[in-house]
């Protein structure tokens, strides 16, 4: 199994960035799906999770809720997070991750694989 998330980057205070996670090595569709985020000297926090399959069912941290986007593209097998409005709080490593359960839980524990992560850095 492989997760390479991408996107990452420097963006200002109220920009936006797309995250992507394409996956290999497993049936995507039949994966729950998560983001979390690491920031420096913290622990990996829940961003947000989307059902398998067609995905209809989405899960967001409330710091994030309203800002960012989750979504699949199970054609592609790509996962995908659009964040908006961002903050200087958002800047962190980001992770996508695959739980074959399906339970789209907020614990990272509850996945089974993981991407490398990537940087997004949001300055004032």
């Known amino acids: 199994v492989q997760l390479q998330a991408s996107g990452g980057g420097l963006v200002q205070t109220g920009g936006s960035l797309r995250l992507s996670c394409a996956a290999s090595?497993?049936?995507?569709?039949?994966?729950?799906m998560g983001w979390f985020r690491q920031a420096p000297g913290k622990e990996r926090d829940f961003v947000a999770a989307?059902?398998?399959?067609?995905?209809?069912?989405?899960y967001y941290a409330d710091s994030v809720k309203g800002r960012f986007t989750i979504s699949r593209d199970n054609s592609k097998n790509t996962l995908y997070l659009q964040m908006n409005i961002l903050k200087t709080e958002d800047t962190a490593v980001y992770y996508c991750?695959?739980?074959?359960?399906?339970?789209?839980?907020?614990?990272?524990?509850?996945?089974?694989?993981w991407g490398r992560g990537t940087l997004v850095t949001v300055s004032s």
């Open positions: 991750a695959a739980d074959r359960t399906g339970l789209a839980s907020r614990r990272p524990n509850s996945y089974d694989s």
């Open positions: 090595g497993l049936t995507f569709s039949n994966q729950a």
């Open positions: 989307i059902s398998r399959g067609t995905g209809t069912t989405t």
